[in-house]
């Protein structure tokens, strides 16, 4: 067919024909150029529609508004092309581009009827998500920019296929210009008759609008079940954007249809194609009748300022231009409008504060420990009561071994000798001479570079001793350091480190014995060799503690242990022999970290030795090599009836075991490699070394000692080639994630940003330090001095997964009130806030969308804290928050209700012990918020 019609005034022979007989010429003229404005108009309305949310980062950060794109474009395509079609039309005064330009119109009209009409389905069916997510009490989780451009180009497919279906060669449907007004797929003959009613159009119109119509039935019946149908104004806003759908759906789409393909009169062609360009019309001014488009909208139109996220996503303050005035003027105005001192919340304790202390502008790296204690507290903090402020201990002198105690082999270079030399002579008042300095580039970490190396090896208090692998094989048991079978390490040596929990605890011996340990170690041994193939017997030495480590001179044993920093960082591999008893056997089996291993991973000085290598292996960038050597049978052992000969004298001796009387044998011992899944060197805060079971109590202040040096080193570094890493790329993220990060590392993030570090502060948006050891000390400080810091322009902190408490909460507030530059977000889920979280609230005036206060030990009393502040009762005390995330507490019927009716505020009360109807408002009202 295509554009076979016919001329006016021709008589039709049937239905068919009469759907191709042109109008009257200057009826067609009247209808293009008519349809040329319309076309025109509504093109240039999603044009703007458009670009207004693109120009907005809050417009363009609500998945819903990407949703209005998905549905502006197909109107601009089908509104556009048709203006430009209709203009030439009536500009040539009868149909232009002969049948080639029909088919293209047939597939732009196609396009644009199908793509609009099923992007509202996608819009209804999350509408009804969100009330199924209310229904079910849980928290709606918004869509990602992935997931919503994955729809979108979802329905763009399903709209290309439908608009090129009648462009397949021997598809009985043919684009004609119906009436001669527009090309449309049109059908012509019994067989296109099938086709298009049981299909196109079924795909076209009627499926996505029966849809469309089933989300808004079921959504209300949710609503009514859970006793909304009083419609608050959050439960209206939801439904509005139904009523939206089904104006655009039954008032234009569903006309539109029956005019252009049902009705049989040319006058109802012609009102059918107009109701379809009004439709892209209408719909654009809907979309700005969404009160966010339109608040952009008239601010753009009467020229005032936008209150909207900057191109980063930071929203300035009405009287603030953060990119016009200095950061002088901005601190002395903000001084006046924001309270410097922390606002007493009545029926809230704030005896219990872990201190405050002014903007640190200097910092220096002090050698003592870092890190917590067993209760939690920054042990290198000397709190002083009379100034509130948090000084550093004093390196002592014999920290570090002088220039002269170090051996050639360490390979110690220069500057780590200097600072060492430097260290070792300091005396009381000189830590913050300038000569004992700490250069950043000492803490490179680097696999090429020597320092960190060095910097750990200058650890060692007395030599490294190893056993040769031939001469601990050969020995029958396992050496005592008495036999003299060790030798100083040489930097040629293949080092095996053996990690083990003394065996024989009641006679103060490592092996039982029959020497089952030993046995275990030479098989674990031969096995690892295995591992090195091009390593010579010869290079291959074993460091035990009880060959290694003098066992008969106390001075000397605690020298060994002060240099285990030290004999780690030479070692290359770490073994773990595995007790052959039925419970560390079972454990063994699924154990994926040495800490999950049983009668080893709850010693402590078991922990030590292993949190030792894990972190010195990330320090020095070098492969990890952990393992555990013991039972694990498998394949026909493991299927065998008789299991409990698996820990008899002769399988636990020699480590197989023998089956079908003998004539098979088996080994049912396995070398598994430990601690190689991401963040191995991440410790919670109850696995840690000091936490561990002890034999001698009073060995845990050494172990604490190891602890804090280690994971000083392990912070420091970390923080360096995080930075070294930023500047290398353009990341606006700074992730510090599970890096065991403390209060001190805060102050030396902040030195580095003071220095070295500090042009990156203008690209940093973002600042995650989830699965630390924070206090709020810690998290105050970032806060305050990162806000102050020249070019600082990050918006979002997160702090989850620390150990932020009640106690320290008003320091947190001072901090969020002191800000100068404000927060886009402010996570601090999975804290210990509890009462605290109410001076946390109170503190955010700075922090514009999201303050994320889920598992926080918040009760009923807790959350009437928050109530009084987000009700304006306490004076001073105000959130700009948009959203109050408040899930996984235990906040009840009353006080969520309460909550929920002191502020207009989106609160998230999800997986607390509320009733449906709570969490439903709840939800209603975040269902608002993001529509």
């Not at 509408?127 to 920019?145: G, V």
């Not at 950043?440 to 650890?459: E, K, M, N, T, V």
């Not at 100083?488 to 053996?498: P, Q």
Request: hydrophobic share 45%; proline share 5%.
């Amino acid at each position: 067919m295509p554009y076979n019609t016919f001329p006016w005034g021709t008589v039709p022979a049937d239905s068919w024909a009469a759907k191709v007989t042109r109008m009257h010429p200057d009826t067609l003229r009247f209808a293009w150029l008519l349809w040329a404005i319309l076309a025109g108009t509504a093109a240039c309305a999603n044009i703007i529609i458009i670009c207004v949310i693109l120009r907005f980062k809050s417009l363009r950060s609500k998945h819903f508004n990407k949703f209005i794109i998905g549905l502006a474009f197909p109107d601009l395509v089908f509104s556009g092309a048709c203006g430009v079609t209709c203009t030439l039309n009536r500009y040539h005064g009868e149909w232009f581009g002969g049948s080639v330009h029909c088919d293209v119109q047939g597939f732009y009209v196609t396009f644009g009827f199908a793509a609009s009409i099923w992007m509202n389905v996608i819009i209804s069916r999350e509408i009804h998500s969100m009330a199924h997510s209310a229904r079910t009490s849980i928290s709606y989780a918004p869509l990602k920019t992935k997931a919503v451009m994955l729809r979108i180009a979802s329905v763009y497919c399903i709209s290309l296929g439908l608009a090129a279906f009648h462009t397949i060669p021997g598809i009985p449907l043919r684009s004609n210009a119906g009436y001669g007004l527009a090309c449309i797929p049109l059908h012509y003959d019994g067989a296109s008759t099938v086709v298009f009613w049981v299909f196109f159009a079924p795909m076209l119109l009627l499926i996505p609008l029966l849809l469309v119509f089933w989300h808004f039935c079921s959504t209300y019946l949710i609503v009514r079940k859970l006793g909304m149908e009083r419609y608050d104004q959050d439960t209206k806003a939801v439904f509005a954007v139904f009523i939206r759908l089904l104006i655009a759906l039954l008032v234009f789409w569903g006309p539109a249809g029956i005019l252009i393909w049902i009705a049989e009169s040319p006058s109802m062609g012609f009102a059918g194609g107009t109701v379809s360009h009004l439709q892209a019309l209408v719909s654009a001014i809907i979309y700005c009748q969404k009160s966010d488009i339109h608040k952009e909208m008239r601010s753009l139109i009467c020229h005032k300022p936008s209150q909207d996220l900057d191109s980063e996503g930071s929203k300035p303050s009405p009287s603030h231009n953060w990119e016009s005035e200095s950061d002088d003027d901005v601190a002395g105005d903000e001084a006046m409008r924001w309270p410097k001192e922390p606002i007493d919340i009545p029926g809230m304790t704030g005896d219990s504060v872990e201190g405050q202390f002014p903007a640190t502008q200097s910092f220096v790296l002090a050698g003592g420990a870092a890190g917590l204690t067993q209760d939690g507290d920054c042990s290198n903090d000397i709190f002083d009561g009379s100034n509130r402020m948090c000084r550093f201990n004093m390196i002592q002198p014999d920290a570090f071994p002088s220039e002269r105690s170090v051996r050639t082999e360490t390979g110690m270079d220069q500057p780590a000798a200097d600072w060492a030399r430097c260290v070792s002579d300091a005396t009381e008042g000189s830590l913050f001479a300038d000569s004992c300095a700490l250069p950043c580039d000492l803490f490179q970490g680097r696999s090429d570079d020597p320092s960190s190396r060095s910097r750990l090896l200058a650890r060692e208090r007395t030599p490294m001793k190893v056993v040769p692998l031939d001469a601990f094989l050969s020995h029958g048991k396992l050496p005592h350091s008495r036999d003299r079978l060790q030798r100083d390490a040489e930097l040629a040596d293949c080092v095996v480190f053996v990690s083990h929990r003394w065996w024989n605890v009641a006679s103060n011996e490592p092996d039982t014995p029959e020497g089952h340990k030993y046995g275990l170690l030479c098989r674990a041994l031969v096995a690892l060799k295995r591992q090195v193939p091009n390593q010579r017997l010869d290079d291959v030495v074993i460091w035990i503690d009880y060959a290694c480590i003098d066992q008969d001179d106390p001075m000397e044993r605690d020298l060994g242990i002060s240099s285990l920093v030290s004999y780690v960082a030479r070692s290359d591999f770490l073994v773990i022999p595995v007790n052959p008893i039925p419970e560390a056997v079972s454990a063994f089996k699924n154990a994926s970290h040495p800490i999950d291993l049983v009668d080893y991973g709850e010693r402590a000085w078991c922990r030590l030795e292993v949190y030792v290598f894990l972190c010195v292996a990330e320090i020095l960038q070098k492969p990890l090599h952990c393992y555990a050597y013991g039972l694990m049978p498998s394949g026909m052992v493991q299927n065998c009836t008789c299991t409990a000969d698996l820990f008899s004298a002769s399988v636990v001796s020699t480590g197989h075991r023998s089956v079908a009387c003998g004539l098979l044998r088996f080994s049912v011992e396995r070398l598994q490699r430990l601690g190689v899944q991401q963040n191995s060197a991440m410790f919670s805060f109850e696995h840690l070394p000091t936490n561990g079971q002890l034999t001698h109590e009073a060995d845990r202040d050494l172990i604490s000692s190891v602890q804090q040096d280690v994971r000083q080193d392990y912070g420091r570094t970390v923080l360096d080639r995080a930075l070294r890493m930023m500047q290398s790329t353009q990341h606006r993220s700074l992730i510090l994630d599970d890096k065991q990060l403390t209060c001190d590392d805060a102050e030396y993030l902040i030195h580095c940003f003071q220095g070295t570090a500090k042009k990156l502060m203008p690209r940093i948006r973002k600042l995650s330090m989830c699965c630390n050891l924070l206090r709020c000390r810690g998290a105050a400080l970032l806060v305050r001095e990162l806000s102050i810091l020249p070019g600082s322009s990050i918006l979002n902190m997160d702090f989850s997964d620390n150990f932020l408490e009640a106690a320290g909460a008003e320091e947190l507030q001072h901090a969020l009130n002191s800000m100068r530059r404000p927060l886009r977000k402010l996570h601090l889920a999975r804290n210990r806030l509890g009462e605290g979280a109410a001076k946390v609230v109170a503190g955010a005036c700075r922090v514009q969308k999201l303050l994320d206060l889920s598992d926080n030990q918040i009760g009923n009393r807790e959350a009437e804290l928050i109530v009084r502040v987000l009700a304006d009762e306490v004076p001073g005390a105000r959130s700009s928050a948009q959203i109050l995330m408040l899930a996984k507490n235990n906040i009840e019927s009353q006080a969520g209700q309460a909550l929920l009716a002191a502020s207009q505020v989106v609160i998230d009360l999800a997986q607390n012990p509320i009733p449906p109807a709570v969490f439903a408002e709840a939800a209603m009202r975040q269902a608002a918020a993001l529509v």
